[in-house]
């Protein structure tokens, strides 16, 4: 788990749930659910979408969307289900492009955290082409401290795997992490921190910026 996220998910998660009982606005009732299951919520209903697009097309229907929502557990109803669509589909084409769903169901980020978050990004991203990979985490994270590496149960590359894959999401864990995963998971992480300065500071601290 990364430095310092897992208390805050699991505060967050509890923020999420009592916000839930609150709120009247569809998306971000469905934003709470996401968030009710911690910093990975929102990336897993991606997931579950980019599953489903069977063509490729970055786009869901009404019906993909609604299958979307079902199979990733989230209760909505068909109405509620039917006012987030139209929402979301400005042009009313019929179809939502799910790219744009996801950033706009992300918890809203004030330009400071999103600016630490992309320097913690780039630090990572020693190559520079927009993807930290294993090859990346070799020059900056080390794994010798990690406990299953003293241990002897995990090598090198399975530390920085393990690392990657708290970044990525639970359903195509590819060893990579873009930009748009990092964002993601930090959203999650920052809707739980409600000061800029103290998840400024966190940031600071958890990747020596």
């Not at 995963?181 to 739980?192: D, I, L, Q, R, T």
Request: with cysteine; hydrophobic share 35%; aromatic share 10%.
């Amino acid at each position: 788990q990364m430095p310092g996220t897992a208390r805050h998910d699991r505060e967050m998660a509890i923020q999420a749930k009592r916000n839930l009982l609150k709120t009247t606005d569809p998306v971000e009732r469905l934003r709470l659910q996401c968030l009710a299951r911690g910093s990975a919520g929102i990336k897993g209903l991606g997931r579950v979408f980019r599953i489903m697009d069977d063509d490729n097309s970055r786009t869901l229907d009404f019906k993909e969307f609604v299958k979307g929502l079902n199979d990733y557990a989230m209760m909505i109803d068909k109405e509620e289900a039917q006012e987030i669509f139209r929402i979301f589909d400005k042009d009313g084409s019929g179809t939502i492009d799910f790219d744009e769903f996801l950033v706009t169901l992300r918890p809203p980020m004030s330009k400071a955290r999103k600016e630490i978050i992309m320097q913690a990004f780039r630090k990572l991203d020693k190559t520079g082409d927009g993807v930290i990979t294993i090859e990346d985490l070799r020059g900056v994270y080390n794994a010798k401290h990690h406990p299953k590496y003293q241990n002897g149960d995990w090598t090198e590359d399975q530390v920085f795997r393990a690392f990657l894959d708290n970044f990525d999401s639970p359903y195509d864990k590819d060893g990579k992490v873009t930009t748009e995963e990092f964002m993601n998971y930090y959203a999650g992480v920052s809707a739980s921190i409600d000061t800029d300065v103290y998840f400024i500071i966190m940031m600071k601290n958890a990747w020596k910026l």
